[in-house]
């Protein structure tokens, strides 16, 4: 048997710094041990192994996905020990996006948990003759309050996993969690304060190599010819490599591998989209906003009744391209082999690459492993498999040769796909009385294309296909006598795919915005009104509604959006030179979010900064059952960066090509920009279920942000991101 | 190529590399010495932050030529069990998200505090100015700072 610490030596042995982060390995021979599912395993030692089956990008799921497990089973928290799944027969969903990683292993977890916890009982139980029923459980120990015994799990293993595994054990109540709901520090902050944690780009295996690609400059270009001659004068060059994409520079390090690639002389291919601007493509937008497009939302007479209003109002909203600018930027370690493959990769599609390999090298899914390993932010850029497939590109040629394929900043800044832009024609129609009667929405973007092939425009003129991409549009809360909600989707030959929040952050941005704007022409305040479109009023607003399979609870909208007005004492206190902003929404997934931000102008911004200030920040969440509170907490505070962020950084074509490259011309926010004052508030209810939250956090932060510095402008910020020369 | 010797978290080390290559990679590809990232590559992030005795630099700016002589400090010398009083405010706040960028922020602190024991909070901001966390998580950056300096973190 191998031993825990012999297992650590073994594995430092055998090279790799990369096995830092996963300190276990699952052995199937080792008598004694539980594991009754793929998830856990449980150590005669008292160690218990859980699986993460979802990737870390920072989002925390190594912390709190092995909390619902180990809440079902009784287990004291210190006794366990985690590791990463790869993707195989036992793990065929790793992937990670959507903010789903909670909700989709919630049900998984508490399975596997609950089955042992019943299988331990049991074995006690049998040992001291009594009845199951008469045993509890508690940190990792099986207890009989009647006759005063008590056994450790580690002590049951063998006689547990003589117990059938049951199909469909008791699970707990949420009243009886105790480890759920609690805060809980993150399992790999140790080694991440001590340099230890091993990421994507911190790959190191024995006779490694190290490769970056000269990729096409300009959109829908490719290598027609190269000339390597200089490149392979540069010490530690070892060979030059074509793939789909372009050309590959393979050396000892990463240093000469990019002075290889810089010394590289590639004639590109002529482009048709050798002019094409991003200006020329919101153009285009916005000419297409001026009609409808296809309905995926309407009521009553829909925008026909807006016309016939006695007071109309409307406005367009812009929202431009992003990169994620995730700080490790994507890389790729591969070693293929004659009849086998190996990867190393911070992915969030852990499957998805297991079936690229596959697909490229003939081989059968048993013989492509992959490691998955911790990313530095993913924000859904790693969804994309693009990077791993150039590995594997290089890696087929350097035959058992691990091959670590690295981005550089402006690589990966130029070369990914991007958030995608688009124009938001809102409108508005108001009876005699001051109520908004009528509502239209309209969004003109272009759909996910780099992921798969761009959807056939034919396709989007299908209101059951439209609907997907208009999220923030067709499920708002709000209700009206009359609403229209449109959507019309745009070829580019731009890369557009998922990014935090995906479709969201435009439409709400926009809704929220307008929203302000009605309220400012009627003089209402900003905060009743949204109320009154949530029909607090309104015996005949429904309270909940379904829309393509989400269920939207206009009275959880409701609580969120009370909560951070009685929090930010909303309307009783106001500074000298600053404002408050609002804006609240629901994410699609059943997330419920508000912010209020107290915001003044900076008289002198600097180039590259904010222009203004933002000092207080309230934030509502009601995310359904909370696992790891701090978590939570942490998402919210990431959202408010990242709203931020957005506010102030974009990216633009010229002549076919990315103008930005870096985090000078592409700027995040910085930690001088970070509000000194961020309060979260968790929802409490008796919820069933947990739901995402690190996505639905970003989306209400710009325009509650644009609705504060448009009152202190005096004019609408109706775009992003928001320059010094929109407030003057 | 050029012959450069100098010390890494008080271990004297001779490199034969080129001179124009950037520390960071000298670090990371040449002495498998991963606690340092890269994010930029071009002054702009601060993920690579190390000191030269007890001064910040950024690695991706350092040439291996001007390294000559010098003495580093990298994370992974920080302190010799992780405990460092950084490290404990560091895991005290859970600041990590991603963590990538926390190496650096980290050391940056590590430069402030030993200048300046007890910085007020635009100390703080200022010293991490240039840093990138892509995450955000600025807020509990902050709060781990001011707790680092009570916990005697410049000494
Ligand atoms: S990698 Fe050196 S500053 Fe960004
Ligand atoms: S924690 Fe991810 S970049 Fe800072």
């Known amino acids: 048997m191998t031993s825990r610490r012999q297992f650590v030596k073994l594995m430092a042995a055998s090279g790799g710094a990369f096995v830092l982060g996963i300190r276990f390995s699952f052995a199937d021979d080792r008598p004694s041990a539980l594991a009754p599912s793929a998830w856990l395993r449980m150590e005669p030692d008292g160690s218990i192994l859980i699986k993460v089956g979802k990737c870390e990008i920072g989002q925390g799921v190594r912390t709190s996905l092995p909390m619902i497990l180990a809440e079902e089973l009784d287990a004291d928290f210190d006794d366990v020990r985690i590791e990463t799944a790869s993707p195989g027969p036992d793990f065929r969903s790793l992937g990670t996006g959507g903010s789903g990683s909670i909700m989709r292993t919630w049900a998984p977890l508490r399975q596997a948990g609950a089955a042992a916890r019943t299988m331990l009982v049991a074995a006690a139980a049998q040992r001291w003759g009594v009845l199951p029923e008469s045993c509890s459980t508690k940190a990792s120990r099986v207890n009989h309050a009647a006759s005063n015994r008590s056994l450790a799990y580690r002590e049951l293993l063998a006689d547990a996993a003589k117990q059938p595994v049951p199909a469909e054990p008791k699970l707990k109540k949420p009243s009886e969690f105790t480890l759920i709901g609690t805060p809980r520090a993150r399992f790999d902050g140790p080694d991440i304060v001590t340099g230890k944690a091993v990421y994507g780009y911190d790959v190191r295996l024995p006779g490694m190599l190290y490769a970056v690609v000269a990729r096409p400059p300009v959109l829908g270009s490719k290598a027609a010819a190269f000339d390597a001659t200089e490149t392979m004068k540069i010490p530690g060059v070892k060979k030059v490599v074509e793939t789909r994409r372009g050309i590959a520079v393979v050396a000892n390090g990463t240093w000469a591998a990019i002075r290889g690639r810089d010394a590289l002389k590639v004639t590109w291919s002529e482009s048709p989209h050798a002019s094409f601007s991003s200006d020329g493509e919101v153009a285009e937008l916005e000419t297409l906003s001026e009609s409808p497009g296809v309905t995926i939302r309407k009521k009553g007479a829909g925008r026909r009744a807006i016309e016939g209003s006695a007071k109309t109002l409307n406005a367009t909203y812009h929202y431009p391209w992003a990169a994620h600018a995730a700080i490790e930027p994507v890389n790729s370690t591969a070693v293929v082999k004659d009849d086998s493959c190996e990867i190393w990769s911070p992915t969030q599609t852990p499957n998805g690459v297991q079936a690229l390999a596959v697909q490229l090298l003939e081989l059968p899914e048993s013989a492509v492993k992959v490691n998955v390993i911790l990313a530095g932010g993913g924000f859904g850029r790693r969804l994309g498999v693009d990077y791993d ?15 670590h394929l690295v981005w550089t900043r402006e690589d990966d800044m130029r070369h990914g796909f991007f958030q995608a832009p688009s124009v938001h024609r809102l409108a508005a129609g108001i009876d005699g009385a001051g109520k908004v009667v009528a509502w239209e929405h309209r969004e003109v973007s272009i759909p996910h294309n780099a992921r798969r092939p761009a ?46 929040s995906v479709f969201s952050p435009s439409s709400v941005f926009a809704r929220e915005c307008f929203v302000d704007e009605v309220a400012a022409v009627l003089r209402r305040d900003e905060i009743d009104l949204r109320l009154e479109m949530l029909g607090v009023n309104d015996p005949e607003m429904p309270r909940s509604f379904e829309i393509d399979g989400d269920l939207v609870e206009r009275d959880r909208m409701v609580r969120v959006i009370e909560l951070v ?10 500074a000298k030179g600053r404002a408050w902003g609002f804006a609240a929404s629901y994410f699609h997934t059943g997330t419920y979010v508000a912010h209020a931000v107290n915001v003044s102008l900076k008289a002198k911004p600097r180039a590259g900064e904010l222009p203004f200030t933002v000092h207080r920040v309230i934030a509502g969440v009601d995310c359904g059952i909370v696992v790891n509170p701090d978590g939570v907490a942490q998402q919210v505070e990431s959202g408010i960066l990242w709203g931020l962020s957005s506010m102030k950084n974009r990216i633009t074509f010229q002549k076919g090509s990315v103008v930005e490259g870096s985090y000078d011309d592409f700027p995040v926010a910085m930690i001088e920009e970070t509000p000194p004052v961020i309060e979260t508030h968790i929802v409490r209810w008796n919820a069933e279920r947990p739901n995402g939250v690190g996505e639905p956090v970003i989306d209400t932060v710009p325009p509650a942000v644009a609705n504060a510095i448009s009152k202190l402008a005096g004019k609408r910020v109706r775009r992003l991101p928001v320059t010094a020369a929109d407030l003057t | 190529m050029a012959r450069v010797q100098l010390t890494i978290n008080g271990t004297a080390k001779t490199i034969d590399a080129d001179p124009e290559m950037p520390l960071l990679w000298v670090l990371r590809d040449l002495l498998g010495m991963t606690g340092t990232k890269y994010g930029c590559g071009a002054g702009l992030c601060g993920s690579c932050t190390i000191l030269e005795g007890d001064s910040p630099v950024r690695a991706c700016q350092v040439p291996l030529s001007a390294a000559a002589g010098n003495s580093y400090t990298t994370i992974e010398g920080l302190s010799k069990d992780g405990l460092h009083p950084i490290q404990k405010a560091w895991l005290e706040e859970q600041v990590s998200q991603c963590g990538y960028c926390q190496p650096g922020m980290i050391l940056e602190v590590r430069a402030l505090l030993k200048s300046k024991p007890s910085p007020t909070n635009a100390e703080i901001d200022g010293a991490l100015a240039d840093h990138v966390c892509r995450c955000g998580s600025y807020p509990r950056i902050r709060k781990a700072a001011r707790l680092a300096a009570r916990l005697g973190g410049g000494r």
């Open chain 1, 389 to 403: 497939l150039e590995a594997l590109e290089v890696a087929r040629e350097m035959k058992g040769t691990p091959v």
């Open chain 1, 455 to 500: 959807p056939a425009l034919d396709d989007l003129k299908d209101p059951a296909k439209a609907i997907g991409n208009a999220w923030g549009v067709y499920d708002t809360p709000y209700g009206w006598q009359s609403e229209e909600m449109s959507y019309t989707g745009v070829h580019s030959p731009t890369l557009i795919g998922p990014w935090r």
């Open chain 1, 565 to 574: 007005r009685q929090k930010a004492r909303w309307g009783t206190w106001h």
